[in-house]
């Protein structure tokens, strides 16, 4: 078992962007639910960033322009999946969304 230490420690690299390439994961899983038809293909293009205007140190990821209309989902009227989440430069999650 690991201790709350190593836990942190295991949480905080992976929200690293340079660690495990994080937002190629999201992407990976944003592709997986087009392919299975869940939502349009062109997501993959959508998850993407910009700086934060008031705080440079902070970059912004997002899908955009507006969330994701989701497709296939029994017994909703509507679904919609958005995803945002702040990295600063040191590459800690700030904040993140889905």
Not at 7 to 19: T, W
Not at 87 to 95: A, K, L, P, Q, V
């Amino acid at each position: 078992m690991k201790s709350w230490v190593d836990l942190y420690r295991a949480h905080r690299d992976a929200r690293k962007p340079g660690s495990e390439k994080w937002d190629k994961v999201f992407r990976l899983r944003l592709i997986r639910l087009a392919k299975a038809g869940y939502c349009e293909q062109n997501i993959q293009g959508r998850f993407t960033y910009e700086q934060n205007p008031q705080r440079a140190d902070l970059v912004e990821w997002s899908i955009r322009p507006e969330p994701l209309v989701l497709k296939k989902v029994p017994h909703l009227a509507s679904a919609k999946l958005s995803l945002m989440a702040s990295t600063d430069r040191g590459g800690h999650t700030s904040t993140c969304s889905p």
